[in-house]
């Protein structure tokens, strides 16, 4: 096992500084890492989640097929957590792909070990929580966008809050996520520029 790359994640995952040495070792005999190819399905529609993925290096998207058209609702970079989930938690089937956009080196873990070491350790069973609660706000304040922003409203917060959007994501697939035809993006993007 590459020591290089599980140290990343205990880093990150340390950065909670109630997250110890000791929760990091009862993980780590239970870490996978992978190696995911852009365009790769790592989860299709209808299939359960099994898995979570720290993202090392490379980017990941949650889609919907909407009448054949692919609609993004999520994108995943470095240090993100990947995975669907309600699937996950509920043990259902995904409404959602989630998909590969970028090479990628992503270390994995199952939901049995992720509930297991809940039991072994409180300082896990609250980094859970936490993550939950992140998940939940991401996906609120998502909704609430559609419900109370306008399009050029939308892509103003984006520009804000995440720009290394639009340096790692192709405009098309950008236009998908903001609820926008790509031409509508292309003269969204120029008249603020213009600004």
């Known amino acids: 096992m590459d020591n290089q790359t599980i140290s990343s994640f205990q880093t990150f995952v340390m950065q909670n500084n109630f997250i110890t040495e000791e929760?990091?070792?009862?993980f780590e005999p239970h870490l996978k890492i992978k190696n995911v190819k852009a365009k790769e399905n790592i989860l299709m529609?209808?299939?359960i989640c099994k898995e979570l993925m720290y993202i090392v290096k490379g980017s990941f998207r949650t889609f919907y097929l909407?009448?054949?058209k692919e609609i993004n609702t999520t994108f995943f970079f470095e240090n993100d957590f990947v995975f669907e989930y309600d699937s996950f938690l509920q043990n259902t089937s995904s409404k959602y792909f989630v998909q590969c956009m970028e090479d990628a080196e992503v270390i994995t873990f199952s939901q049995e070990v992720l509930?297991?070491?809940y039991n072994?350790?409180?300082n896990w069973e609250r980094f859970g929580?936490?993550?939950a609660e992140a998940c939940y706000k991401k996906?609120?304040?998502r909704m609430e966008s559609f419900l109370f922003l306008n399009g050029e409203q939308r892509y103003k917060l984006l520009v804000k809050?995440?720009?290394h959007i639009l340096d790692r994501v192709p405009l098309y697939q950008i236009a998908s996520y903001l609820g926008l035809e790509r031409e509508s993006l292309s003269r969204l993007r120029k008249k603020t520029a213009s600004q």
Not at 23 to 26: G, N, V, Y
Request: proline fraction near 4%; charged fraction near 35%; aromatic fraction near 0%.
């Open 23 to 26: 929760d990091c070792k009862i």
């Open 45 to 47: 529609e209808g299939a």
């Open 66 to 68: 909407n009448e054949g």
């Open 115 to 117: 509930l297991a070491n």
């Open 120 to 122: 072994k350790s409180k």
């Open 129 to 131: 929580r936490i993550m």
């Open 139 to 141: 996906m609120n304040d």
């Open 161 to 163: 809050n995440e720009p």
